[in-house]
């Protein structure tokens, strides 16, 4: 029998069988640890270093010094944060000779094969420590190349973010990158001091990050666009008003060109003319006020300056948020048409792009007043390390399949517990990646590959989209967010019109070159179906939901095992046949989402009697291999395979589901079935804190058991776990319910 802990450190030994309480540790352990913290914002030079479309930095020094000489060195420097040990695939494709070192260590020195063979592309695994991890590239110019490309393996799902070296960028982000030199400064010297002044070597780094002189005497407009007659740039500070009482403020400068002011939205300055002075005065409450300013550009110069002071002293003004690498009081956004009209509610806030005039798709957003210096949101909480693995930080704010169940469990809880704040949390998470969908898609656009929503982003298979966009659906029963729904229609329109699929409809992985090409998963049905359903029962989108009921039956044409009945984990077309091998929780989505469509599909739906069969079928499969303990095994079959949570509270979810809504064919049993291993999750998987264990960590695929008893481990508070353990209790509690009206 498999011990995560002991007896005495279970919820069970605190809290009995008292499940209303179980479930509110489970909920409010998952919100305490993972707070509402989004997006960090930083500093970021669109002149510096891009990635590509598939995350690779692109550090051709070729391309950007095409003046360079063979035999010159150039360096670029780069910092990663780790909030604990993370172990991560590196790809690097060298184009010249390439030393790059982690940590101040050398990691690896190219080959002649690597620095003149097209394409060539090397695998790297990289142990990054807890705090700051340094990147230090080497390169030098030969007739083959000048650089290299450099990213994390899979970078849409284990973001791989660089920030800025030295004291001068500190918390900006990007790579910095030298000057060529005409010898090796590093060749027998330590290398530079991440931390310290870049003027420490006498090298030249770029991007540059200040204005010239010349550049700096020019008004803001005429700095940051150039002279655009017929155009109009706005600004956005924050003034903080510190007295105790209303104090009156006085607001001076000076214009180039027409300007009007706004505090708070309310305007109280127009300067209509050209360059001239100005004074307004406004009586301002304690507090934070928004300043906003539109500045419109005539024949000449456009810009303005302006101080504010109450009493005589002068008031300091801040960005309107915090930006990372930047101590500049305002952000600027321009230039647009002077058609385009804008409200001042639509200008306060960063979650919103804007058209540069009234016939373009073309769309600006907030800068600096630095060289090409943007500001620019990014994911920094929860990374993924190899094996699904997080660090220790708050999951807010990411897009990924796991939390697409994590979000779905917290409102099923708050809905049970009758928990406003547990359904509002959920529902912000979700929010918070929608808010900014239409930004990440111009942030790719921009910069070759998004620093948020990812995946959502980068939407080329149903992990990418179809769990969480499920649970999107879910919470939109809580509030109609018209952004879910268009989000929603682009996810049904790739599901069911651009996703793979083989002759028969089935849907498939190609991943062309991966070691998953040509395969077919039963995870995949999770990645779906429910969403699917979801979006049958909002948009009344019939092909929907009869998608999702025509890939079960495709499915189990494929990965059914009639002997056992139970399914296989993977079918691999390379082989043409199924791998055999019963993945615990590949079965587990399967039955789990087999009762979501079960649950809407119509009485009289054609394939409504062989999905109730299929249903049975696998039941009573499942039920036979019900471990004394109340849990299942991480391979099904196999009773020396460790025993395994997530499976165990998908089993136990749609069990319960299957008897209340009468689908079973013999519901004593599965009552008994579903009791017992939610008494086991509550004594073995769950202990007094909350911590959920027993999980298996993100799963690959393999033709033997061993993988999944052996390189698949248990990691406590997995993602894949948390959110479906929520989900089973809460069907437990409703279950004894329905029991009790029985009586």
């Not at 990645?527 to 092909?543: D, E, K, N, Q, V």
């Not at 087999?594 to 009573?620: G, I, K, Q, Y």
Request: charged share 20%; aromatic share 12%; with cysteine.
């Amino acid at each position: 029998m498999t011990t995560y802990f002991h007896d005495i450190e279970s919820i069970a030994a605190r809290l009995g069988d008292d499940d209303r309480a179980t479930l509110k540790v489970l909920a409010d352990r998952y919100m305490g640890a993972n707070p509402p913290i989004p997006f960090a914002f930083r500093t970021f030079y669109r002149s510096g270093i891009l990635q590509n479309e598939h995350g690779m930095f692109d550090l051709n020094l070729g391309s950007r010094f095409p003046e360079a000489r063979p035999g010159q060195y150039a360096y670029a420097y780069g910092l990663v944060w780790s909030d604990g040990e993370r172990n991560l695939d590196v790809l690097l494709q060298c184009l010249g000779p390439i030393h790059l070192y982690l940590n101040d260590e050398l990691a690896y020195r190219s080959n002649v094969i690597d620095e003149i063979k097209p394409d060539a592309s090397v695998k790297l695994n990289f142990n990054f420590v807890k705090g700051w991890n340094r990147l230090f590239i080497k390169a030098k110019h030969t007739a083959a190349g000048f650089g290299c490309l450099f990213g994390s393996d899979e970078a849409k799902v284990r973001i791989l973010n660089v920030l800025t070296p030295f004291a001068e960028r500190q918390g900006q982000a990007g790579w910095v990158y030298s000057v060529p030199v005409d010898r090796d400064l590093f060749e027998n010297a330590q290398l530079p001091d991440a931390l310290g002044s870049e003027q420490q070597d006498g090298l030249s780094w770029l991007p540059q990050c200040e204005w010239s002189a010349s550049e700096l005497a020019l008004p803001i407009g005429e700095r940051l666009f150039g002279v655009q007659p017929g155009k109009q740039l706005y600004g956005w500070t924050k003034l903080n008003q510190t007295s105790y009482r209303s104090e009156l403020c006085v607001f001076e400068g000076s214009s180039a060109g027409p300007l009007t002011v706004w505090v708070n939205g309310l305007q109280v300055l127009e300067v209509t003319g050209g360059e001239g002075i100005f004074r307004a005065e406004v009586m301002l409450l304690p507090g934070k006020h928004d300043l906003v300013i539109r500045s419109r550009s005539g024949n000449q110069a456009w810009g303005w300056t302006m101080s504010a002071s109450i009493a005589g002293e002068t008031v300091a003004l801040a960005a309107p948020l915090r930006v990372h690498g930047s101590d500049k009081s305002w952000l600027y956004m321009g230039p647009l048409d002077n058609e385009v009209e804008l409200r001042y509610t639509d200008l306060v806030r960063t979650n919103q792009l804007y058209a540069t005039s009234l016939n373009t798709d073309d769309k600006v957003y907030w800068r600096l007043d630095q060289p090409e210096a943007w500001i620019r949101p990014y994911y920094e909480n929860a990374m993924l390390s190899n094996k699904w693995t997080v660090g220790n930080v708050t999951n807010y704010a990411r897009w990924d399949y796991p939390l697409g169940v994590t979000i779905y469990g917290l409102l099923q809880a708050g809905r049970l517990l009758e928990r406003p704040d547990l359904i509002r949390y959920a529902r912000d998470h979700v929010q918070s990646c929608t808010r900014m969908f239409d930004y990440s898609l111009w942030d790719r656009e921009q910069y070759g590959f998004p620093a948020i929503n990812q995946q959502l982003v980068m939407m080329k298979m149903l992990d990418n989209c179809g769990s969480f966009g499920s649970a999107m659906l879910e919470a939109y029963q809580e509030e109609q967010d018209p952004g879910f729904l268009s989000i929603a229609k682009r996810i049904a329109d790739f599901i069911l019109h651009r996703l793979e699929r083989k002759e028969d409809g089935a849907f498939y992985r190609v991943c062309q070159g991966e070691y998953a090409e040509n395969t077919m998963w039963a995870d995949d049905l999770y990645m779906s179906t429910p969403f699917l359903c979801r979006y049958a029962r909002i948009t009344g989108s019939y092909a929907a939901l009869d998608e999702a009921a025509k890939q079960f039956l495709l499915f189990r044409k494929y990965l059914f095992m009639p002997e056992q009945r139970i399914m296989s984990h993977v079918y691999d077309f390379k082989y043409q046949m199924a791998t055999g091998i019963p993945w615990g929780r590949g079965n587990g989505w399967t039955l789990f989402s087999l009762t979501e469509v079960l649950e809407v599909l119509p009485a009289d739906h054609p394939d409504r009697p062989a999905l109730l069969d299929f249903f049975n079928e696998l039941c009573s499969g499942y039920v036979e291999l019900q471990a004394e303990s109340g849990l299942w095994h991480q391979v099904l079959n196999d009773p020396d395979a460790y025993e395994e949570a997530s499976c165990t509270a998908m089993f136990t979810y749609s069990f319960a589901r299957g008897v209340r809504f009468g689908w079973l064919k013999q519901p004593g049993r599965y009552v008994a079935s579903a009791l017992q291993a939610w008494h086991g999750l509550t004594r073995k998987a769950i202990d007094g804190q909350g911590n959920v264990h027993g999980v298996c960590s993100g799963s690959r695929y393999a033709f033997t058991a061993d993988y999944y008893k052996k390189d698949l481990l248990t990691v406590t508070n997995d993602n894949h776990g948390v959110g479906i353990m929520m989900l089973a209790g809460s069907e437990v509690m409703k279950l004894k319910n329905w029991l009790g009206q029985q009586e």
